[in-house]
């Protein structure tokens, strides 16, 4: 089966930073959370596949194709959707469709007014009169009215109160459900385990894992315990030990639990618990 996106040993090196050899592909119809602090890799990541980034290495293909040599006919398929997109702030949306569609030739204006009318947008406001809710809301309308098979979210529910980040989630759901896939950059990770399959682990510049979401977070378990418990034996289970309210907390490989202290409290980690003692240094 054609992979709907295929990263291949994508390296960018600049002075402070390096990518270092990027490799993961995209199932068709699932989605897929790209995960990592601030600064590891993933805005440069998802520029380097449009070609905002000049990768010193590496390749990108989509659907087989390289984005090198069939860029305009894969953007005709791929819709990217960011919480930092900026429209002209003073332009009724209208205005803005009018122009955006003129780029599209599988534009498909019953499908435009259809999701302007699911997600409660008046074409006669402007992005200036958007929440950012609703203006993330109108870039998937755009990327859906032209048919994208692919959309690339980066960032897409960053500083969105907790029921318009739902309502999102839901949106994207629905959407895989219809068969798109789903490539979703972000830093809030309860967001992915309520709506991702897979998930992609990028660690200063590095992947750390691409699997199943669900795989990856049996692989862990969280484990709470005194300071004065953690033995130089104990010491090289733990993964991430950091200081909590009460005592210790660290990650432990599901597969060495019977290494541990009896005495120790052990519950089940969330991706958030497994990406917090992952960054711990």
């Known amino acids: 089966m054609i992979k709907p996106l295929e ?3 994508l390296r960018k090196v600049y002075p402070t930073f390096t990518l ?17 602090r601030n600064g590891a890799g993933k805005s440069t990541t998802l520029n380097a596949l449009f070609n905002f980034v000049n990768p010193d290495a590496g390749r990108v293909l989509f659907w087989g194709e390289d984005v090198n040599t069939k860029e305009c006919e894969i953007k005709q398929k791929v ?4 919480s930092g997109v900026n429209y002209y702030p003073t332009k009724k949306l209208k205005k803005i469709t009018t122009i955006t569609k003129m780029f599209y030739h599988n534009w498909d204006e019953d499908a435009y007014n259809r999701y302007m009318h699911l997600f409660k947008l008046d074409e006669n406001k ?5 929440s ?3 203006k993330i809301k109108y870039a998937l309308v755009l990327a859906l009215s032209h048919k994208a098979e692919l959309l690339i979210l980066d960032e897409p529910t960053s500083g969105l109160d907790p029921v318009s980040r739902e309502e999102l ?4 759901i629905n959407l895989s459900e219809e068969g798109k896939t789903i490539l979703f950059s972000t830093h809030i990770t309860s967001d992915l385990e309520k709506c991702a399959d897979q998930i992609v682990y990028i660690k200063n510049g590095q992947i750390k894992a691409d699997k199943s979401i669900k795989v990856f977070v049996e692989e862990y378990k969280l ?13 090289d289970l733990l993964i991430g030990a950091k200081k909590a309210k009460t005592g210790m907390t660290a990650l432990v490989s599901s597969k060495r639990m019977n290494e541990l202290s009896k005495s120790w409290a052990v519950s ?12 711990v240094e």
């Not at 402007?126 to 958007?130: G, R």
Request: hydrophobic residues 40%; without cysteine; charged residues 25%.
């Open 7 to 9: 990263i291949q040993k």
């Open 20 to 36: 270092d050899n990027i490799s993961f592909s995209l199932e068709p119809g699932k989605i897929t959370g790209f995960i990592g």
């Open 79 to 82: 819709g990217f959707v960011s």
């Open 126 to 130: 402007t992005p200036k009169q958007l």
């Open 132 to 134: 950012v809710g609703m």
């Open 169 to 172: 989630l839901d949106i994207f």
């Open 223 to 235: 484990v709470s315990f005194d300071k004065e418990e953690m033995s130089e034996v104990q010491k």
């Open 268 to 279: 089940e980690a969330t991706l958030d618990d497994i990406m917090i003692h992952m960054e």
